[in-house]
């Protein structure tokens, strides 16, 4: 008996030194330097390189400050990683934060209220606020665009999208017909929607905006999957690719920088990604829907976790992130949210790759004019539940409608919750 | 060490009607208990102390985002009798853990029969059979996952001769078995190589017995070599069920569980629910039910294994 209480004392105690060396080596003193750790996820070595210039310029000024580690996670993972981190108790000081799950961030109190500067364009923030109080900086309010491969286009017997543009026929149908086109002539594919690979449907709301259409009611009780706009849409969206055979189909990739696609609809900050592409490219707005011009804006924001180690670290490191002078460079690779620095000149100098006139045309008017991307509380759950729902529509044969109002069928308990 | 040594030297001057503490017993017992220490604290660390944590976190209602970590008693049980996708799941658990079984079994025997004959050659396909049990899973799956596409090569081989290939990955069917299959392929080599040392270890002389007893090659198989190794099927199988139901790496790469839901085993709806969801108390409570299973599928065929193995009769 003696031996067995003596055996067991020896395991508790092993594992208390165990358990004592892990809880020991963590940084929390004060009078060390200050380390800050913000997640992102973008791994692009010119973001990496501005980010660090940005820093080491601000550890001059703060000799408070160790390091600044700016850690890549993959966009794939990015917010389940993020919140495995926070759960595991290894919070990072400042989060790169995605605009579907800003509300699930903005209202669970996990990020610390942040100061708002008046030159900040309030359709920027509206996502990011809770009773008045912003809770992450808009860091990038990217609108969707169209980049063309006008190789591709040109090749398959089609006028460009700036032709069209020029010509005021730069409409869904003219689109579809010139990915049916490139599809049908070249053997590439036609438009491909980016992210989406008929998983990521919400990325399909840079298409069904152009009908008006809306996953759910502006209030998030309300399905709208089964409104005759989402179901117009999704039937063009159905019929682009089984049909006109104009869009990659499931199962099937296609890469537009590569050379392998007519048309990418995406962010313009990918715009980085075609700094070596071997064919002739162009961006151009989304072409007119059914509801006529419209456009649809992307957003990260930056949060500090309230429960990260150095909160006022920090959130003066974020002032200064995104001030004026850094928000300038920044505008290169992520539009800025700033009244002031929304202009042809600004970005122009900061865009080398963009001509004025399509800053103009898919910068300044998309974010002035734009639809933020879907988001809603409890997201995750919602996205996988739709995207489960959706699954039957990317077959040839589908009943589009009876698919939606199953969508709707299903997601119903979750955006009344 | 040294309170060992000198214990028994300071017991012999004590008067005789007192039995020595340090018996040869004690401290044989010691020193086995010493020598397990090591693999005791592993398993308290890292199996007991995590499972009942895991009991405990099934009792809270836990939002890592807004880090609050609420009691709800037995809430999340009651969640879990009522969940409509929990019948799916389960569904299919069972049928990618019975095709896995099956098939890696039977693949795994007829191999190692095959490879176990006195040929040239079967060094290499041992090898070529094994060789995938080495590879990363994640690696292996994302290889698959090209091949798999609707553009991808083995549609492209059966474009060759003829075939019209389905969109393995977007089907309900076609998805459930191409998971299975590359499941399949990966570990096959593993059950294959305990087959061939089982079939190895049958003496020559039953096979020459039965022979001259004049029994076909069926005969021989189903009577001789069935039984003998009837304790490593079992191993395998043990090891194959619980491993099928295990599987995750596959479904989080090809499929993300679907299309629809058809391909979303429990250990995925439990990754979902917990990570993705950030419903972690649900998560650990379906988790604890994944235990059950595991648990009394294992008791079942350690019980039934009286009835059909070899030696346990």
Known sequence: ?417 | MTLLAEKPASVLRRPPERAPYWTMRRRDQLAGWLMVAPQLAGIVAFVIVPLGLVVWYSLHEWNVLAGTFDYVGGENYQALLDDPRLGPALRATGLFSAGLVVLNLSLALFLAVLLNQKLRGTVVFRTLFFSPVVVTLVAWTIVWGFLLQDNGGINGFLDLVGIDGPNWLRGDTTAMISVIVVQLFKNVGLNMVLFLAALQGVPAELYEAARIDGASAWARFRRVTVPLISPTILLTSILTIVGSLQVFAQIAVLTQGGPGTSTTVLVYYLYQQAFQFHHFGYGATISLLLFVIVLALTVLQWRMRKRWVFHEA
């Open chain 1, 1 to 417: 008996m003696k031996l067995r209480t003596l055996t067991a004392a020896g395991v508790a105690a092993a594992l208390l030194a165990l358990a004592g060396c892990g809880g020991g080596s963590e940084n929390s003193g004060a009078d060390g330097p200050i380390d800050l750790r913000m997640t992102i996820w973008s791994a692009n070595a010119k973001h990496a390189a501005l980010f660090d210039q940005i820093a080491a310029a601000y550890k001059k000024d703060h000799p408070e400050i160790g390091k600044i580690t700016f850690e890549a996670i993959p966009i794939d993972n990015y917010t389940t990683t993020l919140t495995t981190q926070i759960g595991g108790g290894n919070v990072p000081d400042l989060a790169w934060i995605l605009e579907s799950t800003a509300p699930d961030f903005v209202t669970s109190g996990a990020l610390a209220p942040i100061d708002k500067d008046a030159d900040l364009l309030p359709s920027a923030t509206a996502n990011w606020e809770q009773d008045g109080q912003l809770y992450a900086y808009p860091f990038s309010t990217s609108p969707l665009g169209v980049f063309v491969n006008t190789d591709l286009v040109t090749a398959a017997g089609r006028p460009t999208p700036a032709q069209q543009i020029a010509a005021g026929t730069w409409n869904w149908e003219q689109a579809a017909a010139t990915g049916a086109a490139v599809q049908a002539k070249t053997g590439k594919g036609g438009i491909v929607v980016g992210d989406f690979d008929f998983k990521g449907w919400d990325t399909l709301n840079s298409i069904w905006a152009g009908w008006g259409a809306r996953p759910w009611s502006e209030d998030g009780k309300s399905c709208g999957f089964d409104s005759p706009e989402m179901v117009d849409a999704m039937t063009f969206v159905h019929k682009l690719v089984f049909t006109d055979k104009a869009m990659p189909g499931p199962g099937v990739t296609k890469d537009f920088y590569a050379g392998d696609a007519a048309m990418v609809l995406t962010q313009i900050s990918r715009a980085a990604l075609l700094e070596k592409a071997k064919f002739k490219w162009d961006l151009v707005p989304l072409p007119k829907g059914q509801a006529g011009e419209y456009s649809v804006v992307g957003q990260a924001g930056i949060g500090v976790l309230k429960r990260g180690e150095h909160v006022d670290a920090a959130k003066q490191f974020l002032a200064y992130f995104t001030n004026q002078e850094n928000s300038a460079k920044l505008a290169q690779f992520f539009p800025p949210p700033r009244k002031s620095q929304l202009t042809t000149e600004t970005l122009a100098k900061a865009n080398p790759l963009l001509k004025p006139a399509q800053l103009q045309s898919v910068v300044i008017d998309g974010i002035e004019r734009g639809d933020i991307k879907t988001s809603h509380t409890g997201y995750a759950e919602l996205q996988q539940t739709v995207r489960a729902a959706l699954d039957p529509l990317w077959k040839p044969d589908a009943d589009v409608k009876a698919v939606l109002s199953g969508v709707c069928a299903k997601i119903n308990p979750l955006l009344s919750k």
